[in-house]
């Protein structure tokens, strides 16, 4: 078992920044994601990090703008969000994923715990 935690969502100005952190209590992942979504669309995948070497992915829409990190030792994984557009506004959610190698870390389905999610919007 996995809990995870969001917290630092908030209201923003386009152009601004905001750090998402998900705090990770129990089993040790093997990946954590961060989702997002906005009202009438699915669920978007946004940034994946693995726990124990320095891989990441992002999604087209926010890769230069977004930075997924981690603190091991804090069981924390972050993500920093600059230059914010309204169309970041969603629903950010952190996922953890147990098994170890490849997967397919875009698909929601290859995660295996989620977080209650934290809203973000930005403002125009």
């Known amino acids: 078992q996995v809990q995870l935690v969001e917290s630092g969502g908030g209201l923003v100005q386009a152009g601004g920044s905001l750090r998402l952190s998900c705090a990770a209590s129990?089993?040790?992942?093997?990946?954590m994601g961060w989702f997002r979504q906005a009202p009438g669309k699915a669920r978007a995948f946004v940034a994946a990090i693995w726990w124990d070497v320095d891989i990441t992915y992002y999604g087209d829409s926010v890769k230069g703008r977004f930075t997924i990190s981690r603190d091991n030792a804090k069981n924390t994984v972050y993500l920093q969000m600059n230059s914010l557009k309204p169309e970041d506004t969603a629903v950010y959610s952190c996922?953890?994923?147990?098994?170890?190698?490849?997967?397919?870390?875009?698909?929601?389905?290859?995660?295996?715990?989620w977080g209650q999610g934290t809203q973000v919007t930005v403002s125009s």
């Open positions: 129990g089993r040790t992942p093997f990946a």
């Open positions: 996922a953890a994923r147990t098994l170890s190698g490849l997967y397919h870390y875009t698909i929601p389905d290859d995660y295996h715990y």
